[in-house]
């Protein structure tokens, strides 16, 4: 395959430069948050640098890619990522009572983290068109609603709340962008909140322990709280310039829990203390921010809204993990772009990463 030179010309390193940098300020937090953790076999932190590593080939690999041709095989990518999470249902592991993963051979992978890029994808595919002047009406949208309840309803099941979040803020701010009609978004909100008592019934126990510990962690300090409780803990102690590298008490002596997930944001606010934690948010912040030009700079409709569904997944997950680690939003399981352990979500947001650089590189060529 011959490259065209220009694109090479026109690289987006600033936008590597940001994600390099996030992604090495992950990989030192991780190896300080797990050093006292017992951990059978190759340490987290190597790990993690084992999946950055691909991801940043398959990034690349993303970015040299005409963004457009993945418009042709847009629905098939999502059939194929709603045939995973059928698969995960059938024969997938059971961890902590959740059945989120495939494994393959010496490999595991969560295919729900996926299925958030192939709905972005598919929602492109079908809004790539200019609405009527007003923009899109009730009418118009049976089909993308149908696009997220499909996977939404199957990640429910697996359970997974956090991801069918994440799915649901990333539609509705995709239906913003696009041009939906005030009215029809105010009709779709109040038919949403008036279906809020009907969702609860189907909420797991400990889901519905953790929003309302929210509320008030000591209705369960020992139990659904423990995580909120203990994260406002480790993050205040860290005071101004934080307790230094490797010094963490709350995560080393083992009273932070998934301090390598869910909530290493926590570690990083013991040890950095709130200078730290600004300067990661500060970088988060560009991070959006460049992601956001890149939409807006877009030559194409197909581009810019493909564009702006990454912007919005990773914007969603930083926002609700900070808010989570911070006792400002519940604890549903949300990870942290580029700093919380894990393949699957480390692969797909470097999957994310490709499609902006790809669409940033070619908005100089047509």
């Given at each position: 395959?011959?490259?065209?030179?220009?694109?090479?010309?026109?690289?987006?390193w600033?936008?590597?430069?940001?994600?390099?940098a996030i992604?090495?300020?992950?990989?030192?937090n991780?190896y300080?948050?797990?050093?006292?953790?017992?951990?059978?076999?190759?340490?987290l932190?190597?790990?993690?640098?084992?999946?950055?590593?691909?991801?940043?080939?398959v990034?690349?690999?993303?970015?040299?890619?005409?963004?457009?041709?993945?418009?042709?095989m847009?629905?098939?990518?999502?059939?194929?990522?709603?045939?995973?999470?059928?698969?995960?249902?059938?024969?997938?592991?059971?961890?902590?009572?959740?059945?989120?993963?495939v494994k393959?051979?010496?490999?595991?992978?969560?295919?729900s983290?996926?299925?958030?890029?192939?709905?972005?994808?598919?929602?492109?595919?079908?809004?790539h068109?200019?609405?009527?002047?007003?923009?899109?009406?009730?009418?118009?949208?049976?089909f993308?609603?149908?696009?997220?309840?499909?996977?939404?309803?199957?990640i429910?099941?697996?359970?997974?709340l956090?991801?069918?979040?994440?799915?649901?803020?990333?539609?509705?701010?995709?239906?913003?962008?696009?041009?939906?009609?005030?009215?029809?978004?105010?009709?779709?909100?109040?038919?949403?909140?008036?279906?809020?008592?009907?969702?609860?019934?189907?909420?797991?126990?400990?889901?519905?322990?953790?929003?309302?510990?929210?509320?008030?962690?000591?209705?369960?300090?020992?139990?659904?709280?423990?995580?909120?409780?203990?994260?406002?803990?480790?993050?205040?102690?860290?005071?101004?310039?934080?307790?230094?590298?490797?010094?963490?008490?709350?995560?080393?002596?083992?009273?932070?829990?998934e301090?390598?997930t869910?909530?290493?944001?926590?570690?990083?606010?013991?040890?950095?203390?709130?200078?730290?934690?600004?300067?990661?948010?500060?970088?988060y912040?560009?991070?959006?921010?460049?992601?956001?030009?890149?939409?807006?700079?877009?030559?194409?409709?197909?581009?810019?809204?493909?564009?702006?569904?990454?912007?919005?997944?990773?914007?969603?997950?930083?926002?609700?993990?900070?808010?989570?680690?911070?006792?400002m939003?519940?604890?549903?399981?949300?990870?942290?772009?580029?700093?919380?352990?894990?393949?699957?979500?480390?692969?797909?947001?470097?999957?994310g990463?490709?499609v902006?650089?790809?669409?940033?590189?070619?908005r100089?060529?047509f």
């Amino acid at each position: 395959m011959q490259i065209d030179r220009r694109l090479l010309i026109h690289f987006d390193w600033t936008l590597l430069g940001m994600v390099l940098a996030i992604a090495a300020i992950g990989i030192l937090n991780l190896y300080s948050a797990t050093a006292k953790m017992e951990v059978s076999g190759t340490p987290l932190y190597l790990k993690q640098i084992f999946w950055l590593l691909i991801g940043l080939m398959v990034m690349v690999t993303i970015a040299f890619i005409e963004y457009r041709s993945f418009s042709d095989m847009a629905y098939v990518i999502y059939s194929i990522a709603l045939f995973l999470l059928i698969v995960v249902l059938v024969y997938g592991i059971i961890t902590s009572g959740a059945q989120r993963w495939v494994k393959i051979g010496p490999l595991s992978f969560q295919p729900s983290e996926f299925v958030k890029l192939s709905l972005i994808l598919a929602l492109a595919k079908f809004f790539h068109r200019p609405p009527e002047r007003k923009g899109y009406s009730l009418k118009h949208l049976p089909f993308p609603f149908l696009l997220l309840f499909v996977p939404m309803i199957l990640i429910l099941k697996q359970p997974d709340l956090g991801t069918a979040i994440i799915l649901l803020l990333v539609f509705f701010s995709i239906l913003i962008f696009v041009k939906i009609r005030w009215t029809s978004l105010l009709t779709i909100g109040l038919a949403g909140a008036s279906a809020v008592p009907l969702l609860w019934g189907f909420l797991k126990e400990y889901q519905k322990k953790r929003i309302l510990t929210f509320f008030n962690p000591d209705l369960d300090p020992l139990g659904s709280g423990y995580h909120l409780i203990q994260s406002k803990i480790a993050v205040g102690s860290g005071g101004i310039i934080g307790k230094g590298f490797m010094k963490g008490t709350q995560c080393k002596l083992g009273f932070l829990p998934e301090q390598q997930t869910d909530f290493i944001f926590s570690a990083l606010g013991e040890e950095w203390g709130l200078v730290g934690s600004l300067f990661v948010l500060g970088l988060y912040f560009l991070f959006i921010l460049w992601g956001l030009r890149i939409a807006v700079q877009a030559k194409d409709r197909f581009g810019a809204i493909l564009a702006f569904g990454v912007v919005a997944m990773l914007f969603w997950h930083i926002f609700i993990n900070i808010g989570m680690v911070l006792g400002m939003m519940p604890v549903v399981g949300i990870p942290l772009p580029l700093l919380s352990y894990g393949g699957s979500f480390m692969i797909s947001t470097l999957i994310g990463v490709g499609v902006l650089l790809s669409v940033s590189m070619r908005r100089y060529l047509f």
